[in-house]
């Protein structure tokens, strides 16, 4: 069965300081998103990377997605404290379906 | 706001009952799916229909059922419900069932007790 793993599972910076949130999954997917919660709140999509070599970028995230490797990056650029939530990545598996399973969540804490 | 609605947002009930959760896709997107999230589980994927057909099944237990009317409104029943299935239970909706873009409603928070 796919595992999708993120790491860190938390993560505390400081504003203006660069970081890159890691999902790792463990067998074939070359579908996989990101998304964003805020506390209390419900998800929002940031990115959907469909291809391997895909790379997208708005505002200070970016995500790419290696599919030989398994792994998609979330790099954040001179963080924020807007930018502190939780970020999930999600992989849809098995390949042609539409299901769809998360990793564990990476939180995030920027301080000002 | 994502234009995904659901009803009602908090429900608490006991063990052993049945509930219906209720959700509205945003104005002419197909696709709905239902997630639950919980401390236990973390955010898992129940199930998938597009245009009122079910198109894909995750982690749905035996005791819950949903469906997509024409209208395009879905439901999702829980039954003989156990404390275990307190959780945050999210509906997103998409244009069609092709890997779009998600749009998640706020969703509702069930206690069981």
């Known amino acids: 069965e796919l595992k999708v793993e993120q790491n860190p599972l938390f993560l505390s910076m400081q504003e203006g300081k660069n970081y890159t949130i890691y999902c790792n999954y463990s067998t074939t997917s070359d579908r996989l998103y990101w998304y964003r919660q805020d506390p209390g709140k419900s998800l929002e999509s940031l990115f959907v990377?469909?291809?391997?070599?895909a790379v997208k970028q708005e505002g200070r995230l970016m995500a790419s997605l290696d599919t030989k490797a398994r792994l998609s990056t979330l790099h954040i650029t001179a963080a924020v404290h807007d930018l502190s939530a939780t970020y999930f990545c999600a992989v849809v598996y098995p390949p042609g379906t539409y299901k769809y399973i998360f990793g564990t969540g990476t939180r995030l804490k920027v301080l000002a | 706001d994502s234009g995904v609605t659901q009803t009602p947002k908090h429900l608490i009930t006991a063990t052993g009952q049945r509930v219906t959760l209720r959700c509205s896709p945003r104005?002419?997107?197909?696709?709905v799916y239902w997630y639950q999230q919980s401390l236990d589980q973390g955010l898992q994927f129940l199930i998938q229909y597009y245009n009122g057909e079910e198109r894909a099944k995750g982690n749905i237990l035996e005791r819950f059922s949903a469906q997509q009317f024409p209208d395009l409104h879905s439901e999702l029943n829980l039954s003989s419900l156990e404390l275990g299935d307190s959780a945050l239970y999210f509906c997103a909706s998409s244009p069609t069932q092709e890997y779009n873009e998600q749009f998640f409603g706020p969703g509702t928070r069930l206690t069981v007790l």
């Open positions: 990377l469909l291809s391997n070599g």
């Open positions: 104005s002419g997107d197909l696709s």
